[in-house]
C-alpha cells in the first residue's frame, strides 16, 4: 500500500503538549483578570448600585431553595477563598433576579410574624482570649437566658446563629418584651469577669415560611436592624413601632436603616424600658 495514497498519522504528543500549554495561559490569564483590583472595584460598586441587598450570597440569604437561592449558593462556593469579578458579577445578576421577584410579591409569605434577631457583640475577641471553656460556658449561660425569654413570650427559635438565634412571635409586643427580657437576663450574666452584650433586632413583615424555617425580604431586614443595633440595645423597626404599646418604655431617636435591601424610608428606633422615677 502506497504513501501516496495514505498519508501517515502525524506523530502524537508535541501538539498536544502545545495545546495544553495554551490553554494553561488562558487559564492563568483569565484568573489574572478574575482577580484584577480595578475590575473587582467595578464590580462591587456595580453590586452597590443595583436594587436589592448587596449583601446577597451570604449564608442568610441563600438558604432556601427557590431557584435564585440555590444557584446563589452554587456561585458563593466559587473560589470561597478570595473575591473575584466573576463571582460579584454572578452574585450581582442574581440580587437583582431576587430584587424584582420580590418587588413582584413573590418574595414574602402570607401570615404575619415578628423576627427577633440577636447577637453578641465583641464575642469573638473575648473568646479568643478567654479560651474554649470560658466561651462554652457563656454560650450556653446567654443561650439559655434568651430561649427562656423566647419560650416565656410565647416565641419560638427557629435557629441558632453561633453567639445568637433568629426567633418569631406572633405579635410585636411579644417580641419586644421577650427581647429586653432578655437583655437583662444576658446583662447579669458573668463568667470569668466578663459580662456579654448582646444586640437585638426586631422587623414585621411576611415572610416565606420553608419548612421549619423563614425565609425572604423580610428576613434579611430583620437581620439588618440587628446588624444596625449596637450593644445592649434593641431596635426596632417602623412597622414594630406601630404595633406596641409604648407605656413604661423609653424610646430613643429613631434613624433611617442605611443598609441595602432596606427600604429606603424604612426607620429603625432603640427601645428600653423607661425608669421609675
Known amino acids: 500500500m502506497g504513501t501516496d495514497e495514505h498519508q501517515l498519522p502525524e506523530p502524537l504528543g508535541e501538539q498536544d503538549g502545545d495545546d495544553e500549554r495554551r490553554a494553561e495561559r488562558v487559564r492563568q490569564r483569565a484568573a489574572e483578570l478574575d482577580a484584577q483590583p480595578t475590575?473587582?472595584?467595578?464590580?462591587?460598586?456595580?453590586?452597590?448600585?443595583?436594587?436589592?441587598?448587596?449583601?446577597?450570597?451570604?449564608?442568610?440569604?441563600t438558604a432556601g431553595r427557590t431557584p435564585v437561592e440555590v444557584i446563589a449558593r452554587g456561585v458563593s462556593g466559587l473560589q470561597p477563598e478570595r473575591d473575584s469579578v466573576s463571582k460579584e458579577l454572578g452574585l450581582a445578576g442574581l440580587q437583582l433576579w431576587q430584587s424584582l421577584s420580590e418587588a413582584a410579591g413573590r418574595g414574602r409569605g402570607e401570615a404575619e410574624v415578628a423576627l427577633l434577631f440577636t447577637d453578641l457583640v465583641g464575642f469573638s475577641s473575648w473568646a479568643l482570649k478567654a479560651g474554649d471553656a470560658a466561651a462554652v460556658e457563656l454560650l450556653r449561660e446567654v443561650g439559655e437566658?434568651?430561649?427562656?425569654?423566647?419560650?416565656?413570650?410565647?416565641?419560638?427559635?427557629?435557629?441558632?446563629?453561633?453567639?445568637?438565634?433568629?426567633?418569631?412571635?406572633?405579635?410585636?409586643?411579644?417580641?419586644?418584651?421577650?427581647a429586653l427580657t432578655a437583655q437583662d437576663a444576658v446583662g447579669q450574666i458573668n463568667v470569668d469577669g466578663y459580662t456579654p452584650e448582646m444586640r437585638?433586632?426586631?422587623?414585621?413583615?411576611?415572610?416565606?415560611?420553608?419548612?421549619?424555617?423563614?425565609?425572604?425580604?423580610?428576613?434579611?431586614?430583620?437581620?439588618?436592624?440587628?446588624?444596625?443595633?449596637?450593644?445592649?440595645?434593641?431596635?426596632?423597626?417602623?412597622?414594630?413601632l406601630q404595633r406596641i404599646e409604648q407605656d413604661g418604655l423609653k424610646l430613643s431617636r429613631s434613624k433611617r436603616l442605611r443598609a441595602q435591601g432596606a427600604p429606603r424610608d424604612l426607620h429603625v428606633t432603640p427601645v428600653s424600658r423607661a425608669t421609675p422615677d
Not at 412571635?169 to 417580641?175: E, I, R, W, Y
Not at 413583615?205 to 449596637?230: C, F, M, S
Open 39 to 61: 475590575l473587582l472595584s467595578w464590580a462591587k460598586r456595580l453590586r452597590r448600585s443595583l436594587p436589592g441587598d448587596e449583601r446577597f450570597g451570604d449564608p442568610l440569604s
Open 145 to 178: 437566658a434568651v430561649e427562656n425569654a423566647v419560650l416565656a413570650d410565647g416565641g419560638r427559635i427557629i435557629k441558632r446563629l453561633g453567639d445568637g438565634v433568629m426567633a418569631t412571635f406572633l405579635t410585636a409586643q411579644t417580641a419586644l418584651h421577650a
Open 200 to 240: 437585638c433586632g426586631i422587623h414585621f413583615g411576611r415572610p416565606r415560611k420553608l419548612g421549619g424555617d423563614y425565609l425572604g425580604v423580610d428576613v434579611n431586614i430583620a437581620a439588618r436592624v440587628a446588624d444596625a443595633a449596637k450593644g445592649g440595645q434593641v431596635l426596632v423597626s417602623d412597622p414594630v
